[in-house]
């Protein structure tokens, strides 16, 4: 019977165990505050754990890199947030978190895709990465347009109005 599956389901959502990670580097931009606008011009580095330095043999060849990152500023009550305007913007439709980019999430984790402009031991340089100074980067891949571009993707009439 369904009802009792989605029960079963439940119940084996809510006994997961916590999951703990470690972060791999961190960001540094001399940026302090978060922007709303302006990331484009940035440039950053990405500084990780001298241990990885092996881990990243090949990074270089690749123009674009996936970044993911811990939103560390995120407080515990914005955490909590479980509907918002996309930007704020009242003129927006209200919604769930995981319908929006927001970093207003339970799990504030931040993905980016940016340039990889230079690689030296185990610092990268990219431009535009959304996050601040002293931002934990929890993993690196590779960025392949086959893979993880979708021409024909599907989006809400309101995204064209950001």
Same mark, same amino acid.
């Given at each position: /019977?369904? %009802? ?15 999951? +703990? /990670?470690?972060?791999?580097?961190? !960001? #540094? ?6 922007? =709303?606008?302006? %990331?484009?011009? !940035? *440039?950053?580095?990405?500084? $990780? #754990?001298?241990?990885? !330095? ?11 890199? $996936?970044?993911?990152? %811990?939103?560390? @500023? ?5 955490? +909590?947030? *479980? ?5 704020? &913007? ?9 319908? *929006?980019? *927001? ?7 931040? +993905? ?6 230079? #690689? &030296? ?18 993993? $690196? @891949?590779?960025? $392949? =347009? ?7 993707? #599907? /989006?809400?009439?309101? !995204?064209? @109005?950001?």
């Amino acid at each position: /019977m369904w %009802w009792r599956r989605k029960q079963e389901e439940e119940a084996s959502v809510e006994s997961l165990e916590p999951v +703990a /990670m470690e972060p791999i580097g961190v !960001v #540094r931009n001399g940026v302090k505050d978060p922007q =709303p606008d302006g %990331w484009d011009s !940035v *440039t950053s580095r990405i500084v $990780l #754990r001298d241990s990885l !330095v092996e881990q990243l043999d090949g990074i270089e060849g690749y123009s674009h890199i $996936l970044v993911l990152f %811990w939103i560390h @500023k995120v407080s515990p009550e914005r955490r +909590a947030t *479980t509907k918002l305007h996309p930007r704020g &913007r009242e003129d927006l439709p209200l919604l769930g978190v995981f319908a *929006t980019r *927001t970093q207003y999430r339970p799990n504030p984790i931040g +993905a980016t895709v940016v340039p990889l402009l230079e #690689r &030296r031991g185990t610092t990268l340089t990219v431009l535009g990465l959304d996050a601040i100074d002293g931002t934990p980067v929890l993993d $690196l @891949k590779p960025y $392949l =347009p086959y893979h993880d571009s979708v021409p024909d993707a #599907r /989006m809400p009439d309101w !995204v064209h @109005k950001v």
